[in-house]
């Protein structure tokens, strides 16, 4: 790692502390704008697929879309953002999305818009986020400095999940009183926020000896990186597997809020608000507590609350009882995430740090692939069978895998090693 920022000053210790380290600010604005984007745009692209289709399988046609190039692609956005200039790296995938949204918002404006167009899409966002999301977090990592890294990562997340609450929120609420269009180009204008934002971070520079070697070789050594570091390797699995099989719920809300409950997109956008407030509350404990230990009991507990809630979610008679459960389920998942996320930056080396987190990039994408299995269940069970099943096999896969990895139960002392 480059020259490590001092971190931050003890008067400002909390969840905030690592908005005083220089530069970081405005990533972290980039980073709610273009979050704050997505999370609105999501529900708009959702809504859109449910009118044009009236399929509940084509809401998870359309995340499936955004999920295989990611997955596909994930490894290589990884050695670039080892081998490039971060920010510049992270400008032209935003600039892209941008301009693949322009166009969409044009369609929708003349009544162009059909059904493949959102497909199309997703998909550019798919291809683009495995560049963008390893070149952000490795950027954390150089402004934060090892010692205000998990304040940082938490924070991060805690943004993150802040959008889940205004921009999903701000998507139901704003189809009612906006429109579809006008709606989609609040999402559009945010998007431009986030790029100017990220115009005011520094240059990160890249790994010397990564850009000496292949690509191939580069990928070569995180593969092995991995193979040697079991607990990294552990903990990218514990953290992937239970999410692949549960978070794909968020897709089916509109489902909830339109057939299960009647409920409409007021009722969509309470659900989607109070399922990011969660998430908020979850990240923002971690960030506050982040000296905490017993990470790996924390997680396994936060994950059992997970899915104790969502299964209480999945089969609530009314909107009302639902309404808490989605709140709670989405405070454990955030927790689960954020510790499973930070305790991976602090123990991998910053020469690695954009291939690894390339891997991570799999905890956006795999619930987005859970959501085509999900949601052809939910077309022919109903959204509250398919929900609650995958509730009860994310905690069982928990279990097991907790209860079989010596590396994931010992966790907390090679942490405190790292941070040492």
Avoid: K
Avoid at 50 to 59: C, D, I, K, P
Avoid at 93 to 112: D, F, N, P, S, Y
Avoid at 354 to 368: A, D, K, Q, V
């Amino acid at each position: 790692m480059s020259a490590e920022p001092a971190s931050p000053r003890p008067r400002f210790r909390g969840a905030l502390a690592a908005l005083e380290l220089p530069g970081y600010g405005w990533l972290f604005s980039s980073n709610v704008a273009f979050f704050l984007a997505m999370g609105s745009q999501g529900v708009v692209r959702s809504w859109l697929a449910f009118e044009l289709t009236g399929s509940e399988f084509a809401l998870g046609l359309v995340s499936f879309m955004v999920a295989v190039p990611m997955l596909v692609m994930a490894p290589l956005g990884g050695v670039v953002a080892d081998r490039r200039e971060r920010r510049a790296l992270i400008v032209g995938g935003q600039a892209t999305v941008l301009a693949t949204e322009l166009v969409v918002l044009g369609l929708l404006i003349v009544g162009g818009l059909r059904f493949w167009h959102l497909l199309v899409a997703s998909a550019v966002l798919g291809c683009v986020f495995p560049f963008i999301m390893p070149a952000r977090q490795a950027i954390v990592a150089t402004l934060a400095g090892r010692g205000g890294l998990v304040n940082a990562m938490a924070l991060n997340m805690a943004g993150m999940n802040v959008t889940r609450v205004v921009g999903p929120a701000a998507g139901g609420f704003g189809i009612g009183a906006l429109g579809v269009p006008g709606t989609y180009a609040f999402g559009v204008a945010l998007y431009g926020i986030a790029l100017l934002c990220l115009l005011r971070v520094r240059r990160s520079r890249p790994d010397a000896a990564a850009g000496e070697v292949s690509m191939r070789r580069n990928l070569l050594e995180g593969v092995r990186y991995l193979r040697e570091d079991r607990l990294v390797l552990v903990l990218l699995l514990f953290g992937l597997i239970p999410m692949f099989l549960a978070m794909p719920f968020q897709t089916l809300l509109v489902v909830f809020a339109e057939e299960v409950w009647g409920v409409g997109s007021w009722g969509l956008g309470l659900l989607s608000g109070l399922a990011g407030l969660g998430g908020v509350a979850g990240s923002m404990w971690v960030a506050w507590r982040h000296e905490a230990g017993r990470r790996a009991a924390l997680q396994l507990y936060s994950m059992l609350g997970f899915g104790g809630f969502l299964f209480l979610f999945a089969l609530s008679p009314s909107v009302g009882p639902a309404l808490p459960a989605v709140f709670l389920a989405n405070v454990f998942a955030s927790v689960y995430g954020t510790l499973n996320n930070t305790a991976i930056q602090v123990l991998i080396p910053d020469r690695v740090r954009g291939r690894i987190s390339s891997f991570l990039m799999m905890s956006f994408s795999l619930p987005l692939l859970g959501t085509l299995p999900m949601s052809a269940l939910a077309e022919a069970r109903g959204a509250p069978l398919a929900v609650s099943l995958a509730s009860i096999l994310a905690v069982a896969v928990a279990l097991l895998f907790y209860a079989a990895s010596p590396a994931l139960r010992n966790m907390d002392a090679a942490v405190r090693r790292a941070l040492s």
